[in-house]
């Protein structure tokens, strides 16, 4: 049974450089996963961040990026801003139609 | 402007059955893959469901595989999930959400509250 790991909290300073990541309990992720990230904050609907590994999504400000890291996919966010705080979810697409998602990162700005 | 309206959460008893409903508009329906993503109270996200935009082929994760069947009407920019045996572990707030490609959600509704319990 393939899981999609998270770190399940992270903090990082205003202004500061974080990189969260998103991994596989068993093999190395790649771009064929075409791992995508969300941000949601409480009571609020997902928002889309980076798609395909790493394309913006409309509207994200320039410093969300993502990235193959090893053997994991990242979400990196430089100069991060109180607004940053949230919670961060990747998915990846498994073949044959389905999708997971990581358990989430609870992201502290602090 | 794409607008996602889910409908059809409540309360249902263990066993028992539920209709969810997503109206779409803003968008040509029938171009898009449409999928359900649940939350259960206080957890992360999980993929529960998707449909392709013109053949209709559905995916289930192996949790509701069974007992959830997705369909939607074209015609009627709606999605729907069917929703039965339903177990404590389904309680969840559901979200429908447009596959701008398959494995990329760009558009999604406000959710829709559901609770199983006796």
């Known amino acids: 049974q393939t899981v999609v790991i998270q770190e399940s909290s992270f903090s990082v300073s205003p202004g500061g450089t974080v990189t969260l990541t998103c991994g596989l309990n068993?093999?190395?992720?790649?771009?064929?996963?075409?791992p995508s990230w969300y941000q949601q904050t409480p009571g609020q609907a997902p928002r889309p961040l980076i798609y395909g590994t790493n394309t913006r999504s409309s509207g994200v400000p320039d410093r969300f990026s993502g990235s193959i890291l090893g053997n994991k996919a990242a979400l990196t966010i430089s100069g991060a801003q109180a607004e940053d705080e949230s919670d961060y979810y990747c998915?990846?697409?498994?073949?044959?139609?389905?999708?997971?998602f990581g358990g989430g990162t609870r992201l502290t700005v602090l | 402007e794409v607008h996602l309206v889910d409908s059809g959460g409540g309360l249902a008893q263990p066993g028992g059955s539920l209709r969810l409903s997503c109206a779409a508009s803003?968008?040509?329906?029938?171009?898009?893959?449409m999928a359900w993503v649940r939350q259960a109270p206080g957890k992360g996200l999980e993929w529960v469901s998707a449909?392709?935009?013109?053949?209709?082929?559905?995916y289930y994760a192996d949790s509701v595989r069974g007992r959830f069947t997705i369909s939607r009407d074209n015609s009627k920019s709606r999605l729907y999930l069917e929703m039965s045996s339903l177990r404590a572990e389904d309680t969840a707030l559901y979200y429908c959400?447009?596959?701008?490609?398959?494995?990329?959600?760009?558009?999604w509704g406000q959710g829709a509250l559901v609770t199983v319990s006796s």
């Open positions: 998915v990846m697409y498994m073949g044959s139609g389905i999708l997971m």
């Open positions: 449909i392709d935009g013109s053949t209709g082929t559905t």
């Open positions: 068993s093999g190395s992720v790649s771009s064929g996963y075409y």
């Open positions: 803003g968008f040509t329906f029938s171009s898009y893959g």
């Open positions: 959400a447009r596959a701008y490609y398959w494995y990329y959600f760009d558009f």
